[in-house]
């Protein structure tokens, strides 16, 4: 006798609910049969032995909890409590609507690890549970089960017959695995299984945060949205597609924010693009969290995937005073896969559930926000090795420009009396049957560079929006070997990397040599005339420049405006359109540190 009815699985006065365990998608139809069928009691796949504690462990919910034990061989056994699993939100329902929950698996020791392969859960949002349950059943219907198996699926048996006595509506929600084995058993009389009736040391416990972000079934992310869709009957929008592109458009958002780095539409479409096909590679419609950072670390690069990893694996519902031991727990404790994915952004490793490996203990924040709280900056600084890095930028622009512009002033012209330069061997040869030889003769250039301004972003801030760049410093140089340097950018203390360590993004600077001779060109009167924030810094380095050039590298010239002020100052701009040079080094010198006073460089090292 089938459990099939009209769409729909039944055996007399029971539903049965088949679910993969940990799957948003199926606590969602748990959701939707438990208020079409309208049970008057809920039984569940849970050993009775472990009853009291999974109800306790529920009324927690949001906050996560552990049910834990001790097995005769001294190895512990954790079973998580997530949203996101159907049965935890049968218990759920039936605890909201105070209906009798019944507990009805077996207490089964050494249980073998089943990593049998299933079908994608995003297929319930397309097909419909019930024909995903029909498939199966057609697929796995000859399949051999484990000895526990049987033995589990005939107490679950027994007890839904005895429970089915009473005439009222069932509602039983249990592992997809079992539905080909209850199908056969239901319709035979079961005996009740011989089995543990009571278990000694079953504790309760609260999971850890940094645990949480890493041996959740699903992505934590995915399972916020779930819980708040629960609590405002939104689950009707519940798409885990959806949800991914959410989470890919705010990493984006907070990736600008702390990087001022925007992904364009290719990036994007490359990303999900990448993420989608190598999901189908695995046999899923949909990528897991590991293919999504993966795929985001492709697209774009290590800080942009941080980001994916920071809000996919941030849920936050937490406290610190949770009332029960709190439980730290790692892959291995739950026999989770160990892929690992290596964020060269801070050097921090993660495996495909995002587990750390060893590396050095850094300081940590006691609570969010405290370094930022704590910095002052009333005596900031830069860190020495970034300094070096930009003065030696600075030279190999200025050697980069001279270059240029002397190329420029070279003319070829025929052989006469003298070889000037050198032979050109092209115009000779594009000549050839003229018989006339061509020569290189260079004009030399008079001066010098004495100022370079380097501009990532304009930041041309539109009437009624914020500046992206809004800090505007000068800073002189400490020493004979430093330039003075004038810059705007990213705040200072608003992205802190470590206690008194914040970094920041240039927007655009100026340097000139030599040093200790600049005034606060932001607040010197003689530049208001300026219209942006990049004119003020070509006019300061005009005006400061001891020598006949400035380079001047930018994503677009100088205006004629800036040309005629260069003039009557006696001075020339050399422009260098900065989609000339390589983006990954302008990426490693715009972005650089503050310090928080001269103290800070003592430790600056072990968090830059």
Known sequence: MTLIRKNRIEWQ?????????????????????????????????????????????????????????????????????EPTDGQVEAVRMALSKGLPIHFIDRDT????LDYSPMPDPYAVKTIGHFLYSQAYLKVRQNHTSFPEDTLREKTVAYHLQRLSRKGERILFVGGLSHLPGLQDLLNQPQTQVIGRRKREGVGLAHLHKESSQEILSEIPHLAAAYERARSSDGMDKMDRLKIIGQLINIAAKNHWKKNKEELSRTQIRILHKFARNYALLTGYLVPNFYQLIVAARGAADDNFAYEVW??????????????????????????????????????????????PIPVRKKKRERYPGEWRKEFKGFSICS????????????????????????????????????????????????????????????RPLKGKVGSVVVIFDADLAKEG?????????????EHAQESDMAFYSTPAG??????????????????????????????????EFARNKPERLLMAALDYCLEKHV????????????????????????????????????????QFHVLDGHPVRKYARHYI
């Open 383 to 442: 860190y020495p090795p970034e300094d070096l890095v930009i003065e030696g930028y600075g030279h190999y622009l200025k050697k980069k420009a001279f270059e240029i512009k002397s190329e420029e002033n070279s003319r070829i012209e025929p052989f006469m009396c003298s070889m000037m330069e050198g032979l050109d061997i092209r115009e000779t040869i594009r000549d050839w049957k003229r018989g006339t030889i061509y020569v290189k003769a260079e």
């Open 551 to 590: 380079v001047y590298m930018s994503a677009t010239p100088p205006s004629g405006w800036c040309h005629s002020m260069a003039a009557r100052l006696g001075k020339k701009i050399i422009y260098l359109p900065i989609g000339s040079f390589s983006p990954v080094t302008l990426k490693k010198i715009r």
């Open 494 to 527: 608003e992205i802190m990397d470590g206690p008194g360590v914040s970094r920041c993004q240039y927007g655009g600077f100026m340097l000139t040599y030599p040093p200790m001779r600049v005034y606060d060109i932001w607040k010197d009167p003689f530049f």
């Open 13 to 81: 006065n029971v539903r049965l609910v088949p679910i993969l365990h940990n799957r948003m998608e199926f606590a969602t139809e748990v959701r939707r049969q438990f208020e079409e069928f309208r049970p008057d009691r809920v039984a569940v796949e849970y050993p009775d032995t472990l009853g009291d504690k999974i109800l306790q462990g529920v009324k927690r919910l949001p906050l996560l909890s552990v049910v834990y034990y001790e097995d005769k061989d001294g190895a512990f056994t954790y079973l998580l409590l």
């Open 310 to 355: 920071e809000k996919g694996s941030e849920y936050p519902w937490q406290t610190e005073e949770p009332g029960l031991p709190i439980l730290h727990l790692k892959g291995e404790d739950v026999f989770l896969d160990q892929k690992r994915i290596r964020f060269h952004r801070r050097l921090k490793t993660m495996r495909r559930r995002l587990i």
């Open 109 to 112: 020791s050494g249980y073998p």
């Open 465 to 477: 929006s914020e500046e992206n760049f809004p800090w505007c410093v000068t800073w002189l140089g």
